[in-house]
């Protein structure tokens, strides 16, 4: 019988979940670099063996079937007899002719220069910059596509779009302002619902090609400021106005306040965003983007509810609901400018 005094190969605690973490990082990258060599784009016509598949990809044969093997250990491909073919998952998120394509949203999380940032955090508690956030930079089409691409494959996408289409200001809108709306998916699924509402989307003027792209691909009118609304006066005579994923750089009182303004009395604004609890803390994914933004925009921050809250009170809003959103990792704010009859 075993002395359990001198069992000690078992921890106190469970560190499965550390394992898991260490682990987890292979399966991302593996995905990537699956993408970047054409793989799921060669298969997507048909089955193909490795020989056949590395004929038209110029890879080693060999080489190749060991990747095609942990793919289909990943549930990315099906191996058929010799043979191999994208599963469903692949053929729906991972081919470029999908509308549910998620490349770019993978290259962005993916890319080389992200995965650098992050891996000198070190060096960025000692006081080093890591790289410098330029929002004319940033917003690139591509950028715009996967942010597209992220709201899609995004659970809270359709409780959002519920909760505003089934709030009563939605009913007889007639203007509709999606602020800083870049791709425009939930405007455009909102115009979807009711036709004959006036939707401006308002951004930079480089999204304006993916934002009406978006647009025809789902048979919708939509209009299209292209300017700064950290500059300038926003459309005014608005009955909702969405402001969805961008009241995290500074400045968040002033533009809450040109909403104020461009709101008709009565009128309403839902707005939707990582926020933490007041440890600061929770949600998980809150708590990451906080860090991750921070890496290279000092200026960004990741507000709490409470923070946000009074914010939209002294600005003269009277504060409705607080929704969450998509698994609890968004919140969905609803306010009210005082006023009028309701719209």
Do not use: C
Not at 71 to 96: C, T
Not at 180 to 198: D, V
Not at 280 to 290: E, G, H, S
Request: avoid cysteine.
């Amino acid at each position: 019988m075993i002395d359990e005094s001198l069992w000690d190969f078992e921890p106190s605690v469970n560190g499965k979940s550390l394992v898991e973490m260490l682990r987890a990082y292979q399966e991302p990258l593996l995905l990537y670099q699956a993408l970047k060599a054409g793989v799921f784009e060669a298969l997507d016509d048909s089955p193909k063996s490795a020989e056949a598949l590395a004929q038209k990809i110029e890879a080693v044969p060999s080489r190749l079937a060991l990747l095609l093997d942990a793919l289909v250990a990943l549930g990315l491909l099906e191996k058929r007899g010799d043979s191999y073919a994208n599963s469903q998952v692949a053929r729906v998120f991972l081919s470029s002719q999908s509308r549910f394509y998620l490349g770019d949203l993978i290259e962005l999380q993916l890319s080389p220069q992200r995965l650098d940032r992050w891996q000198k955090v070190s060096d960025w508690l000692k006081g080093e910059e890591v790289g410098r956030w330029n929002p004319q930079e940033a917003f690139n089409p591509s950028f715009v596509r996967a942010m597209a691409q992220a709201t899609l494959g995004y659970k809270g996408f359709e409780e959002t779009i519920r909760a505003v289409a089934d709030h009563p200001s939605f009913r007889s809108a007639r203007r509709l302002l999606d602020l800083g709306g870049g791709h425009g998916l939930y405007a455009i699924a909102l115009k979807r619902l009711r036709p004959e509402l006036e939707v401006t989307i308002f951004d930079l003027p480089q999204v304006e090609p993916v934002a009406l792209e978006y647009a025809r691909l789902y048979g919708v009118e939509v209009f299209f400021v292209g300017d700064d609304f950290h500059q300038s006066e926003l459309p005014p005579q608005q009955d909702i106005v969405l402001a969805f994923d961008i009241f995290y750089p500074s400045q968040v009182e002033t533009v809450l306040a040109k909403v104020y303004q461009s709101l008709n009395p009565g009128g309403y604004l839902f707005a939707k965003h990582y926020l933490l609890d007041s440890t600061r803390t929770t949600p998980k994914q809150a708590a990451l983007f906080a860090l991750q933004s921070k890496l290279t925009n000092p200026g960004s921050r990741v507000y709490t509810l409470h923070e946000i809250e009074e914010m939209l009170l002294n600005t003269g809003f009277q504060l409705e609901a607080a929704i969450p959103a998509g698994d609890s990792t968004s919140t969905l704010l609803v306010a009210k400018k005082p006023g009028g009859t309701g719209v």
